[in-house]
């Protein structure tokens, strides 16, 4: 499964953006998907992750509220909608897919990552 990620940008507090990420050599509507980031000098830390069929998501308590999560499997494609963005939310977003059909917190539950997408938000 090859992920290519987009829709990063810059963006002033308070603005909004929504990643994508679309998933191609194999279908990856059977499997949980996430999103995870990673801050310069920071470890890469969790964000959101969605079921297989959408019904079931989780996401950080720094996220709660601002970040949405969603998925359409018709088109292989997961979405991060990104409101109320702060400066702290500044990182490369990583989309993955899942080992198995519900999601976790934990990066070694995935197994495929896309390349990164840069969000950075100005104060």
């Known amino acids: 499964v090859q992920l290519q990620a987009s829709g990063g940008g810059l963006v002033q507090a308070g603005g909004s953006l929504r990643l994508s990420c679309a998933a191609s050599?194999?279908?990856?509507?059977?499997?949980?998907m996430g999103w995870f980031r990673q801050a310069p000098g920071k470890e890469r830390e969790f964000v959101a992750t969605?079921?297989?069929?959408?019904?079931?998501?989780h996401y950080a308590d720094s996220v709660k509220g601002r970040l949405t999560i969603s998925r359409d499997n018709a088109k292989n494609t997961v979405y991060l909608q990104m409101n109320s963005l702060k400066p702290e939310d500044t990182a490369v977003y990583y989309c993955?897919?899942?080992?198995?059909?519900?999601?976790?917190?934990?990066?070694?539950?995935?197994?495929?990552w896309g390349q990164g997408t840069q969000v950075t938000v100005s104060s």
């Open positions: 993955a897919v899942g080992r198995s059909a519900y999601g976790s917190d934990q990066a070694t539950a995935y197994t495929y």
């Open positions: 050599g194999r279908t990856a509507s059977a499997y949980a």
């Open positions: 969605i079921s297989w069929n959408g019904g079931t998501t």
